[in-house]
């Protein structure tokens, strides 16, 4: 077999085995975040959810990774507050961190993929057997300084010359794809990322992303008409009640040609859309990006949101097709609410 052809079906392999398992882990987690949200604060219930929806992000991660190598990934670059970047990102990892962050500073970013930057340098700390962690965010010129240090065994020279190549790790259960994912998110943002050994012990590393220069919106818009278009049943299930939970009026449509005739009768009603939620792929029919091209034709105030479990194909829609936010499945409530947000606030009309 030639080796373009090895690398298409590589390719192929790990965007399908990442759309199937995400396809079944966002029925899982979201079905974990609806159930949480039903219990009281003290009910011993929500320590179960917790750990089973920690094993389950530890799949997706995997799922993540395969497609970062998968193929390239364009970032979609916005205003992104580096305060609320770090509260996501320590909302999905099980370290112990203290942070140092000055308020109100903003970078250009693509907030899932610096998100999925952060959470592997995390995750190395962890594994080098570091106690606690402390990230530092600060303006320095034109970009923002975000600096990971731990306090672990630390990485010896001639390891830390090539660990941001693929591949490369010195742990037994390693996967040697960490520290290389981290280095191709800070060049995409056209940032870098810069390793320092502390002379206290341990890893520090420094993440360099350009500022931004426009502001972000201050406040989300709720409480809107939302068409949902997913071919899962359930997933429409959990995602209808998650967009229920968060305020919104949600119609439910299981494939292309309905929603496309909810979506005009809701235009002749007089009682538009102004989101709409569209699954990404959707088997034997059209996909969410040519369902969203035909209404466009036919209206054009309202935003739209790409779900999915192809990461990078997502992620790639983004302003391209018209698309103002991504959801990635498997999601919880907390990451629908921000996609909702982030779609809102792009400029709805």
Not at 216 to 229: D, F, M, N, Q, Y
Not at 326 to 346: G, H, N, R, Y
Request: aromatic fraction near 4%; hydrophobic fraction near 45%; include cysteine.
């Amino acid at each position: 077999m030639a080796e373009d052809d090895s690398n298409a079906l590589a390719e192929e392999l790990a965007r399908g085995l990442a759309h199937n398992v995400n396809n079944v882990l966002a029925s899982i987690i979201g079905n974990i975040s609806v159930a949480r949200a039903s219990l009281p604060p003290e009910d011993p219930i929500r320590n179960r959810l917790d750990a089973a929806e920690r094993a389950s992000f530890k799949l997706q991660e995997l799922t993540e990774r395969l497609q970062l190598y998968a193929r390239r990934i364009e970032p979609m670059l916005e205003p992104v507050s580096v305060e609320r970047l770090v509260s996501d990102v320590l909302a999905r990892s099980e370290s112990t961190v203290t942070c140092d962050i000055t308020p109100g500073l903003t970078i250009r970013a693509d907030a899932a993929l610096l998100t999925r930057a952060l959470l592997e340098l995390l995750d190395n700390a962890r594994e080098a057997g570091s106690p606690t962690v402390s990230i530092e965010a600060h303006a320095d010129g034109s970009t923002a300084k975000i600096t990971i240090t731990d306090h672990g065994h630390g990485i010896a020279p001639d390891v830390a010359e090539g660990m941001f190549s693929p591949f490369s790790t010195t742990r037994s259960r390693g996967r040697g794809l960490g520290l290389p994912i981290v280095a191709a998110m800070a060049h995409i943002h056209g940032g870098e990322v810069q390793y320092k050994a502390p002379a206290t012990g341990g890893a520090q590393f420094c993440l360099r992303i350009p500022r931004a220069t426009t502001a972000i919106p201050e406040e989300a818009v709720t409480g809107h008409r939302v068409l949902l278009v997913d071919d899962e049943q359930a997933l429409r299930e959990v995602l209808g009640e998650m967009l229920s939970l968060l305020g919104h009026d949600v119609t439910i449509a299981c494939d292309g040609e309905e929603a496309l005739e909810q979506f005009q009768r809701a235009q002749l009603e007089e009682r538009p859309f102004t989101l709409v939620v569209l699954d990404l792929m959707i088997p034997g029919g059209a996909g969410g990006a040519d369902i969203l091209a035909r209404m466009r034709a036919d209206a054009s105030r309202f935003q739209a949101i790409v779900s999915s479990g192809y990461w990078a194909e997502a992620t790639a829609q983004l302003g391209r097709d018209g698309f103002q936010a991504v959801l990635i499945k498997p999601f919880t409530l907390s990451d629908v609410e921000a996609a909702v947000e982030q779609a809102l606030d792009s400029g709805l009309v």
